[in-house]
């Protein structure tokens, strides 16, 4: 009986532990509104905001950045709000909370931070608007507290575990608007 009695208090703690983990941020219940001011990783020169606000039917999610090449760009939540590497590495990989396979963002599963493409234009300049299902600003899946990555490359929806775009050219933590 005391050996039953001890791992269930031990199971307890360790799910409580994990909660805590999955959670960055102590109070997301009465957040809607989130910002990210992105900058530059080493040698690159992007920098730009994102916005999230929970609206009906998800979050709305807009971003306007400068300083990418033209095209394609990968754009990601990453699991981290660490952006203290120069080249962005302490962000981690992508925000995954219900470990599914790396996937565009129209996709059904797929990794809750993929946000697929930012398009540059010639000048360098991208606007990118949607409204994500997936993303949430509350409870244990929240992303706030982790981070948004933009990639030196496309990301092709496929390759796993990150859709093969390249490089981090900026990052910046996502943290509640006031």
């Not at 609206?55 to 754009?75: I, Q, Y």
Request: charge should be neutral; proline fraction near 6%; glycine fraction near 14%.
């Amino acid at each position: 009986m005391k050996r039953l009695l001890a791992m269930g208090c031990g199971l307890l703690v360790l799910g409580w532990a994990n909660g805590m983990a999955a959670a960055p941020s102590p109070d997301t219940a009465s957040v809607d509104k989130a910002i990210v001011h992105l900058a530059p990783t080493k040698g690159n020169k992007v920098q730009g905001t994102v916005r999230f606000e929970t609206v009906k039917g998800g979050v709305k999610v807009t971003a306007d950045l400068t300083g990418l090449t033209p095209g394609k760009h990968g754009f990601h939540v990453h699991e981290k709000g660490d952006c203290s590497a120069p080249d962005g590495s302490s962000a981690g990989g992508h925000f995954n909370p219900t470990g599914q396979a790396h996937g565009g963002p129209d996709a059904t599963a797929r990794h809750e931070g993929d946000l697929g493409n930012l398009v540059a234009d010639a000048s360098g300049a991208a606007h990118y608007e949607r409204v994500d299902q997936q993303l949430t600003l509350q409870g244990p899946n929240s992303i706030l507290g982790r981070s948004v990555v933009v990639h030196a490359k496309a990301d092709d929806f496929k390759t796993q575990p990150s859709g093969a775009s390249g490089d981090r050219v900026a990052l910046g933590k996502i943290e509640p608007e006031k």
